[in-house]
């Protein structure tokens, strides 16, 4: 069975502080690992890692697979409240979607 | 309508009623997909389809079932509500679900309660 953890479930900081969250994941056919973030409502597409090794960057967010140790990280440097979401980490496996659980991240000003 | 829509943003209903949340995009995606999201189990699929005319099961499909009888519209029908069935239900579309480079594009979810 494909599985998706994310730690830590929660996370709480302070404006300006740098946060890294994880996933790993066990699935039998990896296509390519996804990050989304999720306000109040629809989870929105942050990005799409296929090939360990290549970051793939888009503001004050970065995120890296590494695909021999089965995970990813999710980096926020210079955090604003605005970032206060939870952030979901989903495995592609050819078949469908895993989702973690996601991490619940608090930004305090 | 810019995306996906889904109606209603929210219900409550009783126990055994039959019920269909609508899902429209107007993307012209082949493909679109059903998730419930519980606290503590994360989003899980319900029912997929790859294109219109086709539908399949996902990781938790008992208690629902789909149509899929054109590109744009993929509505979700549960025949007889239980309590179990309470959850954020999202939608969510993709170009093509066999190119490893297609991302899912979501809509704003419906929160059903069954009493």
């Known amino acids: 069975e494909d599985k998706v953890v994310q730690s830590p479930l929660s996370l709480v900081v302070h404006e300006g502080d740098t946060v890294t969250l994880n996933c790993s994941y066990e699935?039998?056919?990896?296509?390519?690992l996804l990050w989304y973030k999720q306000e109040k409502k629809a989870p929105t597409f942050l990005f799409m890692l296929?090939?360990?090794?290549i970051e793939k960057k888009s503001g004050r967010l970065s995120s890296i697979l590494d695909k021999k140790e089965l995970f990813s990280i999710l980096n926020i440097t210079a955090t604003q409240t605005g970032d206060s979401a939870v952030y979901l980490c989903a495995v592609d496996s050819g078949s469908r979607l895993t989702f973690g659980e996601g991490t619940q991240l608090t930004v305090n000003p | 309508i810019a995306g996906i829509t889904q109606a209603p943003t929210s219900q409550i209903l009783a126990a055994g009623r039959r019920m269909t949340l609508r899902c429209t995009q107007d993307?012209?995606?082949?493909?679109m997909y059903w998730y419930r999201q519980d606290l503590g189990l994360g989003l899980r699929l319900i029912h997929y389809?790859?294109?219109?005319?086709?539908?399949g099961k996902g990781e938790v499909p008992d208690g629902y079932s789909v149509s899929r009888a054109n590109t744009d519209d993929f509505p979700l029908t549960l025949a007889s509500a239980v309590p179990s069935q309470t959850s954020v239900y999202f939608c969510?579309?993709?170009?093509?679900?066999?190119?490893?480079?297609?991302?899912?594009?979501f809509g704003p979810g419906t929160r059903l309660t069954v009493l």
């Open positions: 389809s790859n294109t219109a005319g086709t539908t």
């Open positions: 699935v039998t056919n990896f296509r390519s």
């Open positions: 296929t090939s360990s090794g």
């Open positions: 969510a579309s993709s170009e093509d679900r066999f190119y490893s480079t297609d991302t899912q594009y």
């Open positions: 993307m012209r995606h082949n493909a």
